[in-house]
């Protein structure tokens, strides 16, 4: 007889901290567009239980590191994901305030993001993104745009809707794995998450890209 398919294991919950760096939205001289961006296409996305830890501050480096570690420590969130403050105006400083809070940086989340702006404008050299990881916990800056947010998270088709250029996201979960964070499983039809073959646990529902 054939053994019995292992049960598949309920996904686990995940917190996830997003935060609009804007000085004038977080003052209400504008409507914030970011924090609903984001909110949209992870709730897409994402297949585990969501806890949203929102935030909309200024553009200020002590406020944004201040606000990063409060999300990690003290919020229990697994990911974080900024948006807005990247260009090089005077007033951009989350790159700078995210170092400040890092335990490693992860410049390829910043590399990728580049490549797929690049697709559409050539100003997106000037954008400084990068990844940091915080103890258990990654923390991503994303442009400001919604429509580049969902671009550079899923990446970019074709017409008859393959992948051309992988977004950033489908690194994410198995990052989250080798830090320490809780499995997070992705809806194929907007993300197909890469892990390892050897990466996937007995009894998930997750599979591993093919």
Do not use: H
């Not at 901290?17 to 409507?31: C, F, L």
């Not at 480096?61 to 260009?87: H, K, P, W």
Request: aromatic share 4%.
């Amino acid at each position: 007889m054939s053994a019995a398919p292992e049960p598949v294991q309920p996904l686990e919950p995940v917190r996830i901290g997003v935060v609009s760096i804007s000085d004038r939205a977080s003052t209400g001289v504008y409507e914030d567009k970011g924090l609903p961006a984001l909110q949209d296409w992870l709730g897409r996305a994402v297949r585990n239980p969501v806890t949203w830890v929102p935030r909309l501050i200024p553009d200020e480096r002590d406020a944004i590191a201040a606000t990063l570690r409060e999300l990690v420590d003290a919020e229990g969130c697994n990911l974080v994901l900024t948006t807005g403050g990247t260009g090089p105006s005077p007033r951009d400083v989350t790159p700078e305030a995210t170092l400040d809070v890092a335990d490693k940086e992860l410049p390829g989340f910043g590399e990728q993001m580049r490549q797929i702006s690049l697709r559409f404008v050539p100003t997106a050299i000037l954008s400084r993104q990068t990844a940091v990881v915080r103890g258990r916990a990654l923390i991503l800056n994303l442009p400001g745009q919604p429509k580049s947010i969902a671009e550079t998270l899923e990446g970019l088709r074709d017409a008859e809707g393959r992948s051309v250029v992988p977004g950033i996201f489908a690194a994410v979960p198995y990052c989250i794995d080798l830090i320490g964070g809780p499995w997070m499983e992705c809806d194929a039809n907007v993300c197909v998450a890469f892990r390892p073959k050897s990466a996937v646990r007995p009894g998930t529902a997750a599979r591993p890209a093919a």
